[in-house]
């Protein structure tokens, strides 16, 4: 920093400023009064040795001893000139005075001096003549003094050199003076810039700490003056910017924990429609949103084109919006409200809420209504049909009427297979399943399974094995549970698994009990696989009788796992087959 633009050389040019102003002014005034001073009483001291010129002329009969006399009464600085009746003429005057060589004919034609004879008027004045030794432009000035009296004038001539020479002693001592009142002045100016500005740097180097971020940084309290109070008050105000900035910094995070916990996404935009803000959820919305487009999500920050469209509504309306989103298979619902700035808009929050699995349930509810209906139907219709073909007596013999019999009542347990599972599975997910854990023998566990599905196999002609790779005998769970899952997932391999194939059951150990039911069936096509476990689902989209079960058994049997906190699994590939994984962890 340059000195003159620091406080220090402000002050000091200041003070120094003023002081010149004032003693130059002091200085002219001083000069103006002390020449005036000097005229006067030169002019005063002329005019009384006139007087006495006057009186001597006028008191005496011998006119020429009375000139002689009168022109005595000077000194070496004046001369002393006497007109008698404009005639006779009386002088005397110093040679090394400097006064100016009048004659007769000068005075009475000078106008001025002319009106002491002519009109008998006092006149004083101060006139130049040039001067051949003269090396000094006041040597030539001269105060000249005309005394009137009976019969003629008196002109006292005095040379201004000596009032001169001490106006310019009194200048040379006022400038003396003036330097070391500057020189006082500078140093005074210093002194007192130090005392202020001290304090000043120490309180900018103190704000260059704060503006860091350094707020326990303190001033030191060195006068008690106003720059103390200043020095205690910079002190209570970093404590206070501390506080507030503490203040905010813990408002600012409890914000972006409580939105970054947020299940719903969260997008404050500007009046612009930038992106100002946003959370996780809503990152993931827009990612998945660039990468439909193409775009590189660390390079744009463009708004999907609803939801602009949607920003133009509410910054028009001021009012609420509410959309629905698609975007890489899940649903989105856009809430955008504005945000104001007292009764100005400064821009708007959109809050998107996964409602993909709202819409999936809505999907099943209705889908189960439809497959309910749908199930029911047939067995009614059936029941229906055949019963009016008893009341009809449309049987022609007894092995009909037991056929028409034996169908009404296979339909009947249909129907009661149907609704028991419906029952269980309402149970499951209402979360009133009840399990009896125990100890089960694995072999003598699996075997049993395995016999009740032999018939059908060789029926079949499916090869039906099981492996048991364990080196524990024995596993906890509910037998008769578990025993329902096998159950439903070896009964879906033999039905999907054509002749000459085989179906088997391997139980072996991974951080639990892993059982593996793997076939060579038909398998499973990819768009299937995610919906296997839902309700009513059937990858057989004939719905035949007698391959298509209800669409129950698979969802009974993840609740059932569920419940056990196991996981299944499922791996299939078209006309290849099938693996369902069962994984049940070891209770203590």
Do not use: C
């Not at 040795?49 to 070496?76: F, R, V």
């Not at 299937?528 to 007698?546: H, I, Q, S, W």
């Amino acid at each position: 920093m340059k000195f003159w633009r620091s406080v220090v050389g402000k002050l000091w040019m200041t003070i120094l400023f003023l002081v010149i102003v004032v003693l130059s002014i002091l200085t002219i005034l001083l000069l103006e009064f002390m020449e005036n001073y000097h005229i006067k009483d030169a002019e005063q001291k002329l005019t009384q040795l006139a007087n006495k010129a006057a009186i001597i002329m006028e008191n005496h009969q011998n006119t020429p001893l009375a000139g002689s006399i009168a022109t005595e009464l000077s000194d070496k600085l004046t001369s002393v000139y006497i007109v008698d009746g404009g005639k006779t003429y009386w002088q005397k005057q110093n040679d090394g005075a400097g006064v100016a060589q009048y004659s007769l004919n000068e005075i009475i034609s000078e106008k001025e001096l002319s009106k002491v004879l002519e009109d008998q008027e006092k006149i004083s004045l101060v006139k130049s003549f040039p001067q051949t030794n003269d090396h000094n432009k006041f040597n030539n000035e001269m105060m000249i003094v005309g005394v009137p009296y009976q019969s003629g004038a008196i002109f006292v001539v005095q040379s201004l050199s000596a009032i001169n020479e001490t106006t310019k002693q009194t200048t040379k001592y006022i400038f003396m003076a003036a330097f070391i009142a500057i020189i006082l002045t500078t140093v005074f100016a210093f002194f007192l810039s130090t005392r202020i500005t001290y304090p000043l740097r120490k309180m900018r180097e103190v704000a260059i700490e704060v503006a860091n971020g350094k707020f326990d940084t303190k001033v030191p309290k060195l006068t008690s003056d106003e720059i103390g109070e200043l020095a205690v008050a910079f002190n209570q105000m970093g404590r206070q910017v501390k506080f507030h900035i503490n203040a905010l910094r813990q408002e600012k995070e409890q914000l972006s924990n409580i939105l970054s916990s947020m299940a719903d996404g969260v997008i404050t935009l500007n009046i612009d429609g930038t992106i100002l803000v946003t959370n996780p959820p809503a990152e993931r919305f827009l990612q998945a949103w660039y990468y439909e487009n193409g775009m590189d999500p660390k390079k744009e920050h463009e708004l999907p084109p609803a939801i602009e469209e949607l920003f133009k509504r509410v910054t028009t309306t001021h009012r609420e919006q509410v959309t629905e989103i698609t975007l890489q298979g899940r649903t989105w619902g856009v809430i955008m409200s504005s945000l104001y700035n007292q009764n100005r808009v400064r821009g708007a929050v959109v809050v998107l809420r996964d409602i993909t699995e709202e819409r999936r349930l809505d999907k099943l509810r209705i889908d189960f209504i439809a497959n309910v209906s749908h199930e029911l139907r047939t067995p009614i219709a059936m029941l229906q049909g055949y019963s009016e073909a008893l009341r009809d007596d449309i049987a022609g013999s007894e092995k009909e009427r037991k056929e028409i019999v034996q169908v009404i009542y296979d339909e009947s347990l249909r129907m009661g297979r149907l609704v028991n599972d419906l029952l269980d599975l309402a149970r499951m997910e209402a979360g009133h399943i009840s399990l009896n854990i125990q100890d089960v023998k694995l072999k003598p566990f699996i075997e049993k399974i395995i016999r009740k599905f032999q018939g059908i196999a060789k029926e079949k002609q499916i090869h039906l094995e099981y492996l048991l790779n364990v080196q524990t005998d024995s596993f906890s769970f509910d037998p008769d549970r578990i025993e329902q899952v096998l159950t439903n997932l070896i009964d879906n391999a033999i039905r999907h698994t054509s002749a000459q194939g085989f179906v088997k059951v391997i139980i072996s150990e991974s951080n639990g009990l892993k059982i593996d039911v793997q076939d060579s069936g038909s398998g499973i096509s990819e768009e299937d696989l995610p919906f296997v476990f839902e309700r009513f689902y059937k990858a057989d989209k004939a719905r035949t009788r007698g391959r298509a079960g209800t669409g129950l058994g698979l969802a009974i049997a993840k609740n059932i796992v569920d419940a056990h906190k196991g996981v299944i699994q499922v791996h299939s590939k078209l006309n290849v087959g099938t693996t369902f994984t069962v994984l049940l962890p070891q209770t203590s």
